[in-house]
């Protein structure tokens, strides 16, 4: 497995360099690419800060990925929630930390996080009060 950098990510989903699209395309044929979970949360943050795409095209750009034959990402079902609970408004950053937490609860003074994560998270979410 080989993990791949947002910049590839970003080419990938975006494909707006022809040159890079090409590398991209043939590396994703050998298969067999991972996007971490970190990257993830950058490619959020670039797509949304430096592209000024809006939620609904974030998420499906995103969930885009879990379909992508010679691409993986830690979750694939997560992923999905990710980007459902995201294009809800929740925070993209907040969700994947749910995802990524090996614990059967997450504790936060963030309200909005508590609410945007719901009942369907993948560990409990508590609010510290």
Known sequence: MRGIDTNVVVRLLLRDDPAQVEHIDALVAE????????VLIETEWVLRAVYKLDRPGI?????????IEGVSVPDRAGLLWACERYAKGADFAD???????????FLTFDRNFVRFAGRSA??????IS
Do not use: Q, Y
């Not at 998420?59 to 379909?67: D, G, K, N, P």
């Not at 969700?95 to 609860?105: D, G, N």
């Open 59 to 67: 998420a499906a750009l995103l969930r885009s990925l879990a379909i």
């Open 122 to 127: 993948p560990c409990k979410v508590s609010l």
């Open 31 to 38: 298969g067999d690419l991972l996007v971490p979970f970190t």
């Open 95 to 105: 969700m994947i930390h749910l995802l990524a937490t090996e614990s059967a609860e």
